[in-house]
């Protein structure tokens, strides 16, 4: 802030005056004000963790619940993550998430790097869900907008962000651990994943999607979550039957309005 201060007296047009660095300071309190609360809710919250020894406890009340099963225990790690990576900088939010929630993965056999980058992965994801949902108050501050309205906006664009990680474990060779056609295989399967996600949530490709064609593209992409070459062939099946349609039906509405306008 001084280094911008001290170059902003080179040109004209960028010197600031007593009277803007007053402003200037006026509105950055009142924008932090938003950020502030939100920080120290989210203190509260890692205080009562950490001091209550709860963090520690963990990897026993994943083990308890799930009953060892990997597909019951990634979604209870994944809540941990979300909760324990809340308000914190990204140093502290691995380190922490490090401790408590990767050693349950590793003892379930996922990969080290897997299980590192899953709860990294959902540690980091904490910024954009609500309630706390750090990046989105500090961006409704900027934007003058609703912070809670923004958190659940910010939420929704990254909700198909929340599939990358369970490919993970699923299927390391998305982080290159395996031969180069498994990587490349992993990749494109993600990707389409990935697509299949996104139009699920917003409800649009090419054109707006019905509920149907919603589940449908929702399923696609939990096929291709699982790695085996049935489940992937499955949901590739699915993703480019609803791409078809919905391309054939957007071509066939564009052709007929020209139709119709001339009848009328």
């Known amino acids: 802030m001084v280094s911008m201060l001290i170059m902003s007296l080179f040109k004209k047009e960028t010197r600031i005056g007593f009277t803007k660095i007053k402003k200037a300071f006026a509105d950055a309190g009142s924008d932090s004000l938003t950020v502030t609360g939100a920080c120290a809710a989210a203190g509260i919250v890692i205080g009562v963790v950490l001091l209550t020894g709860l963090g520690v406890k963990i990897g026993d009340f994943v083990f308890y619940f799930s009953g060892g099963r990997l597909y019951l225990a990634l979604p209870f790690i994944m809540l941990a993550s979300l909760v324990l990576g809340m308000g914190l900088p990204t140093l502290v939010c691995y380190i922490l998430l490090a401790v408590t929630t990767a050693p349950p993965l ?25 309630p706390v949902a750090m990046a989105a108050y500090a961006g409704a501050a900027l934007a003058k907008s609703e912070p809670m ?7 929704k664009f ?14 390391p060779a998305l982080l290159l651990m395996g031969s180069a056609g498994e990587c490349i295989l992993a990749s494109i399967t993600s990707i389409i994943g990935a697509v299949c996600l996104s ?22 992409a939990l096929l291709l979550i699982k790695p085996g070459w049935i489940t992937d062939l499955i949901g590739i099946v699915l993703a480019l039957i609803m791409v078809v349609y919905h391309w054939q039906s957007a071509k066939q509405e564009a052709s007929a309005d020209p139709a119709q306008g001339n009848r009328s």
Request: glycine residues 6%; aromatic residues 22%.
């Open 106 to 130: 590793i003892k379930m056999g996922v990969p080290p790097m897997a299980a590192h980058m899953f709860i990294f992965y959902f540690g980091m994801l904490s910024m954009v869900t609500p």
């Open 149 to 155: 309205k923004t958190g659940f906006l910010a939420w």
């Open 158 to 171: 990254a909700l198909a962000a929340f599939l990358l990680p369970y490919v993970f474990v699923y299927n």
């Open 199 to 220: 139009a699920s949530v917003v409800g649009y490709l090419n054109r707006k999607l019905t509920w149907f064609w919603r589940l449908v593209s929702f399923a696609a």
